[in-house]
């Protein structure tokens, strides 16, 4: 019973370090337009957002129903398999945060879970229709659906302000893009951290503590809430810049635009239960507004780039987490082993990112290598 105890202590402080590792890849999703057009300042922003995903994480518990007794058969998951899982996640998190890739947090957990559960308890238990249903589809349809909304916001708004003094529309809708920024911020942390939530809680029913089905306990969504604040206050500029300043030329009208469609997209799917990928969505709706202002540049290689990230993520997670959770399921010196390796990994990721630090006082830049990288642009 100790090492039950023990071990489930484990898997939630496990669970809170990936929440905080979602909070500052994910930090991007709500404030990387509004830094990039100056409508706020970084840490200001940052500041913000963190507290508008703790005040998000008490809207909505949907989502984490959706993974604590959806994806998963959660009478055949065991605390390893969650443990392993949730390592998978964190090492895919850290790899693409090196890289500076906006990919899916959402993606990875579910990938590293999915390869834990199946390494551990057999496809069976997977729910392969929920997978599809809740996850597959919407990551398909959000990012073009944020899109094509973003370019039609985009469009109008430049239209109806066109015989308005330039000066003037970037004041106003920089002011708009407090507001807007705002509740993106407020709308992933209704979606995000309750990932988390569902983990834990499934934690909770795997040991018998809660019964099958059972919502998360108060504490959790706390918790959960703090952890995805404190990450995205901590702030993650390597992926603030790609998102701010890679993918196109970000203006005040367009960030507004693209803010407003991702929130309306991540807050339906949040209502409907789906644990779609908030940076898939506010991807597609920065690119929907490059496209939707004429004469601005979309770099199609960075694009490219963050495409592929996003196919890898289920899949890379899934082997991270399917060979964690072989290798802890050997006993308390696998789980060690395991353990060690992401805290060494994590560790290493942090030194190679301090040769080209990435921070608040040079986010906004756009070095030589990456305009190199970004290859091919549409005007």
């Given at each position: 019973m100790e090492s039950v105890s023990f071990l489930l202590i484990a898997v939630i402080l496990t669970a809170l370090a990936f929440?905080?590792?979602?909070?500052?890849?994910?930090?991007?999703?709500?404030?990387?337009?509004?830094?990039?057009?100056?409508?706020?300042?970084?840490?200001?922003?940052?500041a913000v957002a963190g507290v508008l995903n703790l005040a998000g994480a008490f809207l909505s518990t949907k989502v984490a129903a959706t993974i604590s007794n959806g994806l998963v058969n959660d009478s055949k998951?065991?605390?390893?398999?969650?443990?392993?899982?949730?390592?998978?996640?964190?090492?895919?998190?850290?790899?693409?945060?090196?890289?500076?890739?906006?990919?899916?947090?959402?993606?990875?957990l579910f990938g590293g879970l999915i390869g834990a559960v199946w390494v551990g308890a057999g496809g069976s238990a997977i729910r392969f229709t929920q997978l599809v249903e809740k996850i597959v589809i919407p990551a398909i349809a959000s990012p073009i659906l944020a899109c094509g909304a973003a370019l039609v916001a985009t469009y109008l708004a430049y239209k109806i302000t066109q015989r308005t003094a330039e000066r003037k529309v970037n004041k106003g809708f920089r002011a708009g893009q407090v507001g807007s920024?705002?509740?993106?911020?407020?709308?992933?942390?209704?979606?995000?951290?309750?990932?988390?939530?569902?983990?834990?809680t499934l934690a909770l029913i795997s040991t018998g503590i809660l019964a099958h089905g059972s919502q998360p306990p108060w504490w959790v969504v706390l918790s959960a809430g703090l952890a995805i604040s404190l990450g995205t206050y901590v702030g993650g500029w390597r992926i603030i810049r790609t998102m701010g300043k890679g993918l196109t030329d970000i203006q005040a009208p367009q960030g507004f635009a693209a803010e407003t469609t991702a929130t309306a997209v991540i807050l339906a799917s949040s209502h409907l239960g789906f644990a779609l990928s908030t940076t898939q969505v506010c991807t597609g709706g920065i690119l929907g507004s490059g496209l939707g202002r004429k004469l601005a540049k979309v770099r199609w290689g960075i694009a490219g780039r963050i495409a592929v990230s996003w196919v890898l993520t289920l899949p890379a997670a899934a082997a991270a987490g399917g060979v964690s959770a072989w290798v802890a399921d050997q006993g308390d010196l696998g789980v060690a082993v395991v353990a060690g390796v992401?805290?060494?990994a994590a560790v290493g990721f942090y030194v190679l990112s301090r040769r080209r630090p990435v921070n608040p006082d040079n986010v906004n830049d756009v070095p030589s290598r990456e305009r190199e990288l970004a290859g091919p642009s549409t005007v």
């Open positions: 929440d905080f590792t979602n909070g500052f890849h994910d930090t991007a999703n709500s404030m990387a337009t509004s830094i990039a057009t100056g409508a706020l300042k970084p840490r200001v922003a940052v998951v065991s605390l390893v398999m969650i443990f392993a899982g949730l390592v998978g996640a964190i090492l895919w998190n850290l790899t693409t945060w090196l890289f500076g890739l906006p990919s899916s947090s959402s993606h990875a920024a705002s509740l993106v911020a407020l709308a992933h942390g209704t979606n995000d951290a309750q990932k988390t939530m569902g983990v834990i992401a805290v060494a």
